[in-house]
């Protein structure tokens, strides 16, 4: 295009906006005589004028933002409403947030609620006289106390007693230890039971309307939705949270005491389980449930009988079914009792077998999780998670001795971070600051005598290093930052003397390691980096003092470690620029660095990587979740770090539509990529081993055995082959991807040696009709093109040459349907039992309006199953496209999902076309992981 | 928020009074002095360590801009300036972030990708989105430099129309029509299936 091309373009552009639609034809028409190209183009320019899709109409950054922008104006701390000044925010919910305040008459702490604008306001002020009405006639321990409800302006506000707590946390997490939750649930039900004996149903019981003090004790809020039994129990209209709703409720039917019990089921059976009962579902599917969730046993085998059996109970479909919240308090009486004996008897046994440390009650995640038996060098290695709290902990620091971990701690909501602290005599995790809202904290440090916790406080960009007696106390300022960013962490140094951190003094800010004499007082300058570079981060001191490792930032996620003597002079570089580095530690004999490293991967995983031999860099984690922020003790072989949690689970739904999804497949990590055999049974990949392996079941899920072994980092794309002998998939035991086969009998779910078929680079095998050959998808040639070759090996044929990713062969042969790389549709070509092949002959077949996730679909005799990712104008579901008809169905609307359905959800479509395979994400968050024997 | 900027020199601030005085060397002496901000913020931000928090353009670059200019260099003729340049290096950190998505997506561990995504938040379509917006805009830039500008200050700085005519001293219906005929064309070359 030349510069009077593109100013013919913009003339006629503008002049053609300007006119009516007639008017614009015969402009255009007269235009076009003498070009006809800048007729298409200025016309498709006139469309894409009107159209709103596009990446341009959004922020760029908008698009990798999440959160939407949120029109309510909060108040600000020191404002006053009548007598109540204003201190800090403590608390979000869907309807609103709740502050801190101080009522200056009777010189006490109130919690005051404040809503979101809404339409509707008026209605919602009349609820909350309601909650006022309701809650004030319940003189209840276990219930928040409402001292008024005041307007200002128009907005009405609701002055409460103020609990020091925390709302229940709940899924998504890992399941939380059972006589806490038993003890927490037991006072919910004793306040509801209480409400229920005065003629009032809470009507909205969700974790977040249980807030815990610091003591344990439990107080129950928000009786915002409440209402008088017999009087509008049947009010139209439908109020409550989605998630929570009893059935009888999200229809807007009549709802009763056994509504509460529903829901305060749900949130039991979340706490057990770590996993939502009905995982996925949208109120509307809620709302008709034909059968009973997944027993928490099977999730959680600690939960005992007598609870499991109460909580089914609680989640009854029929509300007369349900036990009262009385006889629902008395059971958990019972249940806790009983756990009491249980867990005397556990801590025993782990005593005896040694090596339980921190043994602390009923941690109840898998005892597979990250146990590696197969590699020498880690042989000895433990692993077990600290801590199991929902939300985000992160920044671990091991004491001196190694027996305590400090960590920072932010909610699920990701509010203020505080620290915590979890020793051998600790059975829950200490908080150790109250921050209010004084700025996030990040990144932890023990002094070498272990008194005292250093730690990097953020507000705006600036900040200050801090400490705060181990044990808890008020805090002390060591010294400002100008760049607090709170993603570069601080250390002590071994001889107590100084602090190493990264700061930046002067524009332009580029982060430099200093070190900071604490008796002097004095600031000195340890790393320069070189122009442009983002800077140096992470000083981590070398057991004698003598080294600091620090990682330097020369581009976008470009990082090495370096090595730099603390006295000053010459720097080596450690490792080479291979993806993002995200925290390291010296192992206590100071020969090596445990580093957390994408290297060939997108997961962080822990690496050791040997000072005298960095080229021989070990891994000692891998599997699905990103290892990160390692940290060590001087004194001790233990390890610290945060494990970010990513639970995908196996799911089928009958494949007319018509009824509910059932979990089938089910670890706390992730189980994915399901695929039926003829025979109806199925394989699947799990990293509950460690590693991406292949895993067999039976066709209802039971019987699991895992039938690899690669300990390597991906295993993806399983394909049965058609007579059910062979299990297709691709793998990367050696850094590349190549297709492999693995024979496998399925009745006895015994496998052979995988095959390499040497296609490298190959991704996504899918098997002909005959069983001959294998198509493949292969980048070899500079884009993703498919490819074919025979079972036996050879040389592979190129099918397509304008693109393709992955494929799959219709049933008789005669079409290879397939997506191509980043499009959202799929086209077919002749296939390998067509009469009348043209090469490279491609037509679409299935595109606009939906838009088919490149590697989430299949075919079965007559459809494609896929899944439909959401578009402004509608939801992601999994449909399936009548080929012969051009009809598209939905079979799962997955409104509620949306966030969490990326990556590959693995469909498939049993034999006998009854059952659809597919997998979610149910829930994620980080915990703190301990390990011992790191050398 | 302090009071005063970390541009105790004053260096950015004359530079930005020089740039409105019509010295165009001086946004590439400018461009050096800001990229490690914006480039530490972009990062600071997109690692997720903030979970929840939205990051428009405009906040990142208003960061930037009160961390680095001070008090007296603060009106709202050296901010327009300085989105100016800011502007392209949000371009630059931006494509860098789709590139490196692509490139993680493009690697043989197409399966392995969900991680990133969940916490880089750029779908692969968006990421092959952006990277054709660049090669787009440098197309723009040979045929209409002012048009590229507009685009980058509009879309990447996140300007309004008159703090983009303001910095680019012309007035804002020039601004409202380039920029409307500019995206009308850019939708165009960013859709996929023009992506060959």
Redesign the interface.
């Given at each position: 295009?030349?510069?009077e091309?593109?100013?013919r373009?913009?003339e006629l552009?503008?002049a053609a906006?300007a006119k009516t639609s007639t008017e614009r034809a015969a402009l255009l028409d007269s235009a076009s005589a003498a070009d006809p190209e800048l007729r298409l183009?200025v016309e498709?320019?006139?469309r894409?004028?009107a159209?709103s899709c596009?990446?341009?109409d959004r922020?760029?950054?908008?698009?990798?933002?999440?959160?939407?922008?949120d029109p309510y104006t909060p108040p600000s701390a020191g404002a006053t409403f009548g007598r109540y000044e204003i201190v800090a925010l403590i608390g979000r919910g869907g309807m609103g947030e709740v502050w801190a305040a101080h009522d200056t008459e009777l010189d006490r702490a109130v919690a005051i609620k404040f809503l979101f604008p809404r339409p509707g306001f008026g209605q919602l002020a009349e609820r909350l006289t309601h909650e006022a009405r309701a809650a004030s006639a319940l003189n209840h321990p276990n219930i928040v106390t409402v001292y008024e409800v005041i307007r200002h302006e128009d907005t009405p506000l609701i002055v409460m007693e103020m609990v020091k707590g925390e709302p229940l946390g709940s899924a998504p997490g890992t399941p939380q230890p059972l006589e806490q939750v038993i003890q927490l649930v037991l006072q919910t039900a004793r306040a509801l039971g209480a409400a229920h004996a005065h003629g009032i149903i809470h009507c909205d019981i969700k974790p977040e309307n249980i807030l815990v003090r610091g003591d344990g004790y439990v107080k129950v809020l928000d009786f915002g939705l409440a209402r008088h039994i017999g009087r509008d129990a049947t009010a139209p209209g439908i109020a409550g949270t989605p998630r929570y709703m009893s059935p009888e409720q999200a229809r807007g039917e009549l709802i009763s005491p056994a509504s509460d019990i529903f829901s305060l089921g749900l949130v039991l059976y979340e706490l057990v389980t770590g996993q939502y009962a009905y995982p996925g579902h949208s109120p509307l599917l809620q709302a008709m449930p034909t059968s009973e969730p997944l027993a928490p046993s099977s999730i959680n085998p600690r939960v005992p009988a007598n609870l499991d059996s109460l909580i089914l109970a609680m989640l009854a479909i029929k509300p007369g079914a349900r036990p009262s919240a009385a006889a629902v308090a008395e059971r958990l009486g019972e249940a806790f009792v009983k756990s009491r004996q249980l867990r005397h008897r556990r801590i025993w046994q782990a005593a005896l077998a040694g090596g339980v440390l921190l043994a602390c009650g009923l941690w109840a995640v898998s005892s597979a999780l990250f146990s590696r038996r197969d590699t020498p060098e880690f042989a000895d290695l433990r692993i077990r998670p600290l801590t199991s709290q929902a939300g985000?902990e992160g920044t671990p620091a091991l004491s001196p001795d190694g027996q305590t971990v400090a960590f920072t701690w932010?909610d699920r909501?990701?509010r203020q971070s505080e620290i915590y602290r979890k020793g051998p005599d600790d059975t829950e995790p200490v908080k150790l600051t109250n921050s209010q809202s004084e700025g996030?904290i990040?990144y932890l440090a023990w002094s070498p005598d272990g008194s005292r916790i250093a730690f990097k406080r953020q507000r705006?960009?600036?900040g200050a290093i801090y400490s705060i007696a181990s044990t808890g106390g008020d805090e002390q300022k060591i010294v400002d930052l100008?760049?607090a960013?709170?993603?570069s962490s601080i250390d002590w140094s071994p001889d107590g003397a100084e602090l190493a951190f990264s700061d930046?003094s002067?524009?332009?800010?580029?982060?430099t390691v200093y070190l900071y004499n604490l008796r002097s007082g004095v600031k000195r300058k340890l790393t320069d980096p070189p122009?442009?570079?983002?800077?140096d981060w992470n000083p981590k001191f070398s057991p004698d003092g003598l080294t600091v490792a620090f990682k330097r930032?020369t581009?976008?996620?470009a990082d090495e470690i370096y090595l730099v003597p603390t006295a000053g002079g010459t720097l080596r570089r450690l490792t080479d620029a291979r993806g993002g580095i995200w925290g390291h530690a010296w192992t206590a004999d100071g020969k090596s660095l445990i580093v957390s490293w994408q290297r060939s991967?997108?997961?962080f995983g822990l690496w050791r990587i040997p000072l005298d031999a960095p080229s021989r860099a070990e891994s000692i984690t891998q599997g699905?979740s990103?290892a990160i922020t390692p940290a060590t003790s001087l004194k001790t072989s233990r390890m610290a770090w945060v494990n970010q949690l990513?639970d995908l689970n196996i799911y089928r739904i009958p494949a007319n539509g018509v009824g509910k999804p059932t979990k089938l497949i089910a670890s706390t990590l992730r189980d994915q990529?399901a695929t039926y055999s003829p025979d109806g049974s199925i394989a699947f990949i799990s990293d509950r081993s460690g590693s991406k392996e292949i895993w067999l079941a039976k066709g209802d899920g039971s019987g699991q055995v895992q039938v690899t072994h690669f300990g390597g980092?991906?295993?993806?794309?399983l394909q049965w082959s058609p007579d059910g002998r062979m299990v297709a998939f691709?793998a990367?035991p050696h850094g590349?991807?190549d297709i492999f086969t693995l024979e496998c009998d399925s009745a006895t779910t015994r496998c052979g040696e995988p095959k390499p078929l040497s296609m490298?680079?190959a991704?996504?095998p899918s098997w002909s009709a005959d069983g001959e050959s294998i198509y493949f998808a292969s980048?070899r040639t500079g884009r993703w093109e498919i490819w074919r070759v025979a079972v036996s090996g050879g040389r592979p044929l190129q099918v397509t040459n304008n693109g393709g990713y992955m494929s799959r062969e219709s049933r008789d042969g005669k079409w290879l349907y397939f997506s191509k790389y980043?499009?959202?549709s799929i086209w077919r070509t002749p296939g390998s039992q067509a009469q009348n092949r043209t090469p490279f002959g491609e037509a679409e077949v299935l595109g606009p309006p939906y838009k088919v996730k490149t590697?989430d679909w299949t075919i079965t005799a007559d459809e494609i199953v896929f899944l439909d990712s959401a578009t402004s104008t509608h939801p992601a579901a999994i449909r399936a496209y009548r080929i012969a008809t051009r009809r598209t169905r939905a079979i799962l609307e997955l409104t509620e999902l949306l966030p969490d359905t990326?990556?590959?959800m693995g469909i498939s479509v049993s034999a006998d076309s009854r059952w659809v395979l597919y997998s979610q994400?149910d829930r994620?968050g980080s915990n703190v992981m301990v390990a011992d024997h790191i050398r | 928020?302090?009071s005063t900027g970390?541009?105790?020199?004053g260096?950015?601030t004359l530079l930005l009074q020089q740039m409105s005085g019509g010295d165009i060397q001086v946004s590439e002496k400018l461009l050096?002095?800001?990229?490690?901000?914006l480039?530490?913020l972009a990062?600071?931000y997109?690692?997720g360590?903030?979970?929840?928090?939205?990051?428009?353009?405009t906040a990142?670059v208003n960061?930037a801009y009160l961390?680095?200019v001070s008090d007296q260099a603060r009106n709202w003729r050296s901010r327009a300036h300085f989105v100016g340049v800011t502007a392209g290096i949000?371009r630059r950190?931006?494509i860098?972030?789709a590139r490196?998505r692509q490139a993680?997506?493009?690697?043989?561990?197409?399966?392995?990708?969900?991680?990133?995504?969940?916490r880089?938040?750029?779908?692969?379509?968006?990421a092959?989105?952006?990277i054709a917006?660049d090669a787009a805009l440098n197309?723009l830039e040979?045929?209409?430099p002012r048009h590229r500008q507009i685009v980058e200050l509009r879309?990447?700085g996140?300007l309004s129309v008159e703090e983009t005519a303001e910095a680019l001293n012309v007035s804002p219906i020039t601004v409202k029509?380039d920029w409307?005929?500019a995206?009308?064309?850019?939708?165009?070359q960013?859709?996929?299936e023009t992506l060959v």
């Open positions: 295009m030349s510069p091309q593109w100013n373009i913009v552009f503008h906006r183009a498709q320019m006139l894409d004028d159209a596009s990446l341009l922020s760029p950054i908008e698009v990798m933002a999440a959160a939407a922008a985000w932010t909501l990701g996030n990040g705006g960009m600036g100008e760049t960013y709170l993603t930046a002067r524009i332009p800010t580029q982060l122009p442009l570079a983002d800077g930032v581009g976008y996620w991967s997108t997961i699905g990103d990513w990529g980092p991906s295993i993806d794309h691709d990367r590349y991807s490298a680079p991704v996504i980048d980043m499009r959202d590697d990326r990556g590959n994400l994620s | 928020m302090s970390t541009d105790p020199s260096e950015i050096p002095l800001a990229l490690p901000e480039r530490a990062r600071h997109l690692s360590e903030r979970p929840g928090h939205t990051l428009q353009p990142l960061e961390r680095l949000m950190i931006l860098d972030h490196r993680l997506k493009r690697g043989p561990q197409a399966g392995a990708i969900e991680i990133s995504e969940e880089e938040g750029l779908s692969a379509k968006e092959e989105e952006l917006l197309r040979v045929v209409n879309y990447f996140g029509r409307r005929v995206r009308a064309w850019l939708k165009g960013v859709r996929p």
